[in-house]
């Protein structure tokens, strides 16, 4: 397997990026939070996406252990929607631990950071009326972006893993979907062409 993990905060438009590849692209896609909601409801744990947000730490990451040891199965090129941090009234737990990843660390071929302007995401989860989330200012957004982008970088240097950033401006998502396309592409090809030499 080889793996690209897409990373975004909540009104990025990290999953509605994700959602514009196609099957004839050749990627396998795993979503994180999907993957925790089976799992979870299977195990009467949660019964929603919202309550992941109000587990335990020690509930959520071993949850998330499950997942990974899910995906380190797989074969071909796999992209996973997840996020970094997750965030509930102050308190972000990290959304991707160094002893869940490490399950999947020399799999991972770089982490993609889908961000927008705060603005934007404002205005996107707004919009969004299929989930239940508390009202955050400008300040709680901004806080969470940097949260993420220092576990990101945290990330990437512990596990030499690239991190590419790709901004999301309203109006301009095929825009933003092409670049999406070019790096993934770019990504696997790269780690293909390493493999065969």
């Known amino acids: 397997m080889q ?9 990025a438009g990290k999953s509605t990026i994700i959602d514009r590849i196609t099957d004839a692209d050749k990627y396998s896609f795993v979503n994180i939070g999907d993957m925790m909601i089976s799992i979870g409801t299977k195990k009467g744990r949660l019964n929603n996406r919202d309550q992941m947000r109000y587990q335990s730490n020690e509930e959520r990451t071993e949850l998330i252990k499950e997942v990974f040891k899910e995906i380190a199965t797989m074969k071909g090129n796999v992209i996973i929607d997840t996020h970094a941090s ?3 009234h102050g308190r972000y737990m990290p959304g991707l631990p160094a002893d869940v990843l490490s399950i999947i660390k ?12 705060t603005e934007n995401i404002i205005i996107r989860r707004e919009r969004d009326t299929t989930r239940r989330r508390e009202a955050e200012t ?3 957004i901004e806080m969470q972006k940097m949260i993420n982008m220092a576990a990101l970088s945290a990330i990437s240097q512990s596990y030499n893993i690239p991190l ?4 999301n401006e309203e109006n301009r ?15 696997f090809n790269d780690s293909a062409e390493k493999a065969h030499k």
């Open 173 to 187: 998502q095929d825009e933003s979907v092409r670049k999406f396309k070019e790096c993934i592409k770019s990504i």
């Open 86 to 88: 997750i965030g509930a």
């Open 3 to 11: 793996a690209v993990i897409v990373i975004g905060i909540p009104g």
């Open 106 to 117: 020399d799999s991972v071929k770089a982490l993609v950071c889908i961000d927008a302007p």
């Open 138 to 140: 400008v300040e709680e």
């Open 164 to 167: 590419f950033v790709l901004i």
